[in-house]
C-alpha cells in the first residue's frame, strides 16, 4: 500500500526520532531527485551543487516541521521550501544575504506555480526503483530496501541470510553507485 506524502509527515511528525526512521528515510527518497534537480538549475560558480543539495535536504525536514495539512498538500510546499532555500544559499554565496535567518519557511506557496515538482515526485518512486533494480545487483537493492524500511545491518543480514559484513558491503556499494547516478 503506497503512503501519500501528507500521511509520511503526520507519522514522522509523531515520532520521538524521526531521522532514524524508516518513513524519513522514503520522504528523503521521494524528494532526493527534485533536489538534485534544482540544485542543477541554481547553482552558480559561487555555489556548489552539493552545498545547494544539503540545504534543499534541510529545507525539506524544515518543511516537515512546519507542513499543516490544512493549507494544502505537502510537495508543493516542499519543493517552494526547497527552491527558496536554494536561491537564499545562492543569495548568500554572492553576499547578498547576510545570515540564514533570512529564510522564511513559513511562506505557503501557490499550488500552480509547483505544478512541476509536484509530478516530478509523484513519477519519482517507479523511477527510482528502475533506476535502482538496473543498476544495483539484486543483493544490493535487497539490502539497500531493508535499510531504506529502517532495519539494521544486522537484521538485513539476518533476513537475507548473509553475514552483516556482507550487509555492509553490499550497502557501500549500493550507495556508491546510487552518487554516480545521482551527480
Same mark, same amino acid.
Do not use: W
Given at each position: 500500500? *503506497?503512503?501519500?506524502?501528507?500521511?509520511?509527515?503526520?507519522?514522522? *511528525?509523531? /515520532?520521538?526520532?524521526?531521522? /532514524?526512521?524508516? #518513513?524519513? +528515510?522514503?520522504?528523503?527518497?521521494?524528494?532526493?531527485?527534485?533536489?538534485?534537480? @534544482? %540544485? +542543477?538549475?541554481?547553482?552558480?560558480?559561487?555555489?556548489?551543487? #552539493?552545498?545547494? !543539495? /544539503?540545504?534543499?535536504?534541510?529545507?525539506?525536514?524544515?518543511?516537515?516541521? +512546519?507542513?499543516? =495539512?490544512?493549507?494544502?498538500?505537502?510537495?508543493?510546499?516542499?519543493?517552494? !521550501?526547497?527552491?527558496?532555500?536554494?536561491?537564499?544559499?545562492?543569495? @548568500?554565496?554572492?553576499?547578498?544575504?547576510? @545570515?540564514?535567518?533570512?529564510?522564511?519557511?513559513?511562506?505557503?506557496?501557490?499550488?500552480?506555480?509547483?505544478?512541476?515538482?509536484? =509530478?516530478?515526485?509523484? #513519477?519519482?518512486?517507479?523511477?527510482? =526503483?528502475?533506476?535502482?533494480?538496473?543498476?544495483?545487483?539484486?543483493?544490493?537493492?535487497? +539490502?539497500?530496501?531493508?535499510?531504506?524500511?529502517?532495519?539494521?545491518?544486522? @537484521?538485513? %543480514?539476518?533476513?537475507?541470510?548473509?553475514?552483516?559484513?556482507?550487509?555492509?558491503?553490499?550497502?557501500?556499494? %549500493?550507495?556508491?553507485?546510487?552518487? #554516480?547516478?545521482?551527480?
Amino acid at each position: 500500500m *503506497k503512503v501519500t506524502d501528507e500521511e509520511l509527515v503526520g507519522i514522522i *511528525k509523531g /515520532q520521538a526520532d524521526p531521522m /532514524q526512521s524508516s #518513513e524519513t +528515510a522514503l520522504l528523503i527518497s521521494r524528494y532526493s531527485r527534485v533536489i538534485r534537480i @534544482k %540544485a +542543477a538549475k541554481l547553482h552558480t560558480i559561487d555555489t556548489d551543487p #552539493e552545498d545547494l !543539495c /544539503q540545504e534543499g535536504y534541510l529545507a525539506l525536514f524544515e518543511a516537515v516541521r +512546519a507542513f499543516d =495539512v490544512s493549507k494544502g498538500t505537502f510537495s508543493p510546499f516542499a519543493g517552494k !521550501c526547497i527552491e527558496n532555500r536554494m536561491k537564499n544559499a545562492v543569495l @548568500k554565496g554572492r553576499g547578498r544575504l547576510e @545570515k540564514d535567518e533570512d529564510f522564511d519557511v513559513t511562506l505557503i506557496p501557490d499550488e500552480g506555480s509547483a505544478a512541476e515538482e509536484l =509530478v516530478i515526485t509523484k #513519477e519519482n518512486d517507479s523511477e527510482i =526503483v528502475k533506476m535502482l533494480l538496473t543498476h544495483l545487483t539484486e543483493k544490493e537493492y535487497n +539490502a539497500l530496501r531493508l535499510y531504506i524500511d529502517g532495519y539494521s545491518y544486522k @537484521k538485513i %543480514a539476518e533476513i537475507m541470510d548473509i553475514t552483516p559484513k556482507s550487509a555492509d558491503n553490499a550497502l557501500s556499494r %549500493a550507495r556508491k553507485k546510487l552518487r #554516480e547516478l545521482l551527480l
